[in-house]
């Protein structure tokens, strides 16, 4: 147990964290308060839906709203008649619906079971782009297709190692077999679940189909000449050089910042290394915490 002072520094770090979280969320609108009396009841909700979520918004008090739409291809900006369905996550409906409201991020694909609020009434309901829909109201949810997003997938892996996601809903999400699944969620440790958590995010970017928005396209289309005139020639490496501080464009994030970094960081390790008793008479180990891509260790294991 903390002493009585770190206790209370850890409570009051905690209300901090909460009243802070409470301050940058928006206060609930009105209309989402609360649920409907007449759908308050298990069985009426009794309609189920299935789609992918568009344009997330949180509010204080937990409640989540969000468009649910047939697909995520992009669409004008005049183009207001596109079907889609407001669905509202709230914790007096739903009581897993703090789980729920990090996973639903756009991107992902979601089924629901709920019902339309019966209240509606379209004289008196706000519009949205000169459309009058009333809101859907969710009590019970799953997670389908999880976004790509790295950090969302890092929090399902989170999840799963606490045991607060299911292994099929997991496995069904992430596009994995339940056999991988079983093993992501025995992952110990934070830094191995981050690794993987970056993997399962690129194959979920790759399988989800790109598009391009229509304006994007015709910028694309009104420039194409410019391709076959300025094509893109990346410079050729001199087999001299180090494949890990390859030449690059000038002005590139990797001429400016990344190696110069990695060429003084080798220059300082090196100097420490020849001091130790043991340079050369047997392999030294260097821990390098925070490695990321692993540029530096291999390119120190090279070096020295």
């Not at 981050?194 to 790109?210: T, V, Y």
Request: charged share 25%.
């Amino acid at each position: 147990p903390h002493p009585p002072e770190m206790a209370e520094f850890f409570a009051a770090l905690q209300a901090g964290r909460s009243a802070q979280t409470t301050h940058h969320l928006n206060p609930v609108p009105d209309g989402w308060a609360q649920p409907p009396a007449k759908i308050v009841r298990p069985d009426a909700a009794s309609v189920s839906l299935t789609g992918w979520v568009q344009n997330r918004r949180r509010y204080s008090q937990n409640v989540t709203v969000f468009n649910l739409v047939d697909d995520l291809a992009p669409r004008e900006a005049s183009d207001v008649d596109y079907a889609r369905v407001e669905c509202v996550l709230h914790p007096s409906l739903f009581d897993r619906s703090e789980l729920y409201k990090d996973l639903f991020a756009p991107g992902a694909r979601v089924w629901l079971r709920g019902a339309f609020d019966p209240d509606f009434d379209p004289d008196l309901d706000n519009t949205d782009a000169g459309r009058r829909y009333a809101s859907f109201w969710i009590a019970e949810a799953r997670l389908m297709r999880a976004t790509w997003r790295p950090s969302v997938v890092r929090h399902i892996l989170n999840l799963l190692h606490a045991r607060a996601l299911p292994l099929d809903e997991a496995s069904e999400s992430l596009g994995v077999s339940y056999a991988d699944a079983e093993r992501l969620s025995r992952l110990e440790n934070l830094t191995e679940r981050q690794w993987e958590a970056n993997k399962l995010a690129i194959g979920l970017q790759r399988s989800q189909s790109a598009t391009v928005a229509p304006e994007l396209l015709k910028v694309l289309q009104n420039y194409e000449t410019l391709a076959a005139s300025r094509p893109v020639a990346p410079p050729e490496p001199s087999p001299d050089d180090d494949a890990l501080l390859h030449p690059s464009q000038p002005g590139s994030y990797w001429q400016r910042q990344k190696r110069p970094q990695l060429e003084w960081m080798t220059r300082e390790i090196a100097r420490v290394a020849r001091a130790h008793p043991a340079f050369g008479k047997r392999p030294l180990r260097i821990l390098d915490v925070g490695g990321g891509r692993g540029k530096l260790a291999v390119h120190l294991a090279r070096a020295l």
